[in-house]
């Protein structure tokens, strides 16, 4: 719907900074969709294998680039995006984005209104280049994270282009970001190397352990087996998100404990029987709902308002698969439109309207 | 290699008792491989299920099974399994075997030479009938606790069909396998539970709590889907070992968090390196090796000397491919050979000969 690019500019241009996984699969994804990708990667030899496995079409600075997508690791981010956005003569309409798995950090640090921190939700036990691959945020959740100072028209156009990719865009504050992916990432990450490592301590006394290792173990601990050294920046940077985590976890298996040692079995059903209700509930990634609806909200047009907007619609769960403001040519109103599920329509238009606006919803045939 | 069937019984017949899905998926295993197989179930209708979708033909007691399968809930499987051993009539060649997740509660109550406690490592988070599939044991694990009283041609016997049925077969004592199941299978499970648990606490303030829950979330709580009233039978009935298991699982988290909160990253990458490379040499389930060899034993032909040796194995991690025990016609001497991985051969003949026996192998070709 929106097309912030110039008439002129017949291929899209990518510049990606980071050819791992994450930018190799970016890389080779934006070329399978028709754009022209330039990377480039602080070891060489890793730039010229992403030009080799086809991630990437040339190693160089890519100085007319629409998109800029930071993918190196998290302490160099910040200083790799604020350079990119300060070089003269790159492109107005220019947006940079990066992949970092802590968002607090990235964005406190880089404010400029064409910079949204980014967090797709795919993974793979893989890493490297030569796991790279242009599906692999296909039903993927993208977590875009806007501010306050963030151009509306740079947060349509990439979140038109991750759409393309076949993510769902999901905006949240960079701080609840943090706090979410503590919960459903960072800490079960933790524990499933901490599985890992007890059973294979355990299997230097008993050789049959890990023969016992079936397909439930197999799956808890399969994470456990990516890079190690993307993990401490994590725990450092999300410390504070990642102890409470651990220690609701401590008291929540304390708990556990205690209840198995009384043989309180009523206790341990019911507990056991809400995880296999709420396991089997877990929203299933990648199911783009078949009805979308539209919801218009005439706003001021200014600084924040998309913030605001696509921020209530993350804190209520709600992904946002298409969004546009179209300006006024007589003065400071604008129409912000926001594509959502339809079922979730009538949720996002009342948390709306009790903010105090007004706004139309209309479903789309 | 070894038959006791008797040579006139043209078709092997099994029963199983409880056709869920673990009874369901070895019944239409067993009838793909030319068994005749008779089910019951305390609950009619999930017997006449099992007729239905082929995996018994026929409703009945099974009088002439060669082959008897207890798969009921834990709980009922002891008086089952003696009610069963003392019937007269039953061919004096019937081997019955249990498939409960907890084995000394069983072992313990059925002493019988031709009752050998059994758990294959196979699941699913199906549960029921309708989820039974004849591979579901394909590659897994089944463990065999043979005791002091086991006879060594019932534990052949059975050994051979769960071969066939496409598993390895590995033997514990019965209080082995309690103990490492507690690390790798239960503990886990009441993991997974706990955490699915937590992150479903969280949605209920967070609704973009459970769309940023990607493969890696999915993974470690995909076993808390299953089926929960198994679970409270199990914990009563291993609970030392759980409790044990949880104890070691709050010390390592305890311990992580503090290094979490103090930003030791260097002892957080050696906690994640550790485990990645754990996970990584993690033995694939169903990779039987290619090269196979022959341990032979000399030994006295007496109750006790199957469990002495496959224990052996067992505590080894060295899986048994095949066993059988030649009998003397002169005297109380006879010869057990063990067939396991050509690279384990060496490592099993040393711990045999640590035990004062003499022994040859010899690889198979």
Not at 301 to 325: H, K, M, P
Request: glycine fraction near 10%.
């Amino acid at each position: 719907m929106s097309d912030p690019l110039p008439a002129d500019h017949a291929t899209r241009r990518a510049l990606i900074v980071g050819t791992g996984l994450i930018g190799g699969s970016l890389g080779s994804g934006l070329r399978r969709r028709g754009w022209h990708v330039t990377g480039r990667d602080a070891d060489a030899d890793r730039a010229k294998r992403a030009v080799e496995v086809g991630a990437v079409d040339e190693i160089g600075e890519g100085l007319d680039a629409d998109l800029v997508v930071i993918a190196t690791p998290v302490a160099a981010a910040p200083a790799v995006a604020s350079a990119i956005l300060a070089e003269p003569g790159r492109p107005d309409h220019m947006v940079v984005t990066d992949v970092s798995g802590v968002k607090v950090p990235v964005v406190d640090a880089v404010r400029h209104p064409r910079f949204i921190g980014g967090h797709p939700m795919a993974g793979s036990e893989q890493s490297g280049i030569d796991g790279a691959d242009p599906d692999l945020f296909v039903g993927a959740t993208w977590v875009l994270t806007p501010t306050v100072d963030t151009d509306p028209g740079a947060f349509a156009l990439l979140s038109d282009i991750i759409t393309e990719l076949g993510a769902d865009v999901i905006a949240l504050s960079a701080a609840d970001h943090d706090r979410l992916v503590a919960v459903v990432s960072h800490v079960p990450h933790l524990v499933a190397a901490t599985l890992m490592n007890a059973a294979s301590e355990g299997a230097k006394a008993d050789g049959a352990l890990l023969r016992l290792a079936a397909g439930g173990f197999r799956d808890m601990t399969r994470i456990a087996a990516g890079q190690p050294s993307i993990w401490p920046d994590i725990c450092a940077d999300n410390a504070d998100a990642i102890v409470t985590g651990l220690d609701r976890l401590l008291d929540d298996l304390a708990n556990l404990r205690d209840k198995v040692a009384a043989g309180d079995s009523a206790a341990l059903l019911d507990l056991l029987q809400r995880a296999s209700t709420a396991r089997r509930e877990l929203p299933a990634s990648g199911t783009r709902p078949d009805r979308l609806a539209e919801i218009r909200v005439p706003v001021f047009d200014r600084q924040g308002v998309l913030a605001e907007f696509t921020s209530l619609a993350g804190d209520l769960g709600i992904n946002i698969y298409d969004l546009v403001i179209a300006h006024s040519a007589e003065g400071p109103r604008g129409v912000l439109t926001l594509v959502v599920g339809a079922d979730e329509a009538e949720e996002l238009r009342r948390a709306i309207e009790g903010r105090g606006h007004i706004c139309t919803v209309t479903e789309l045939s």
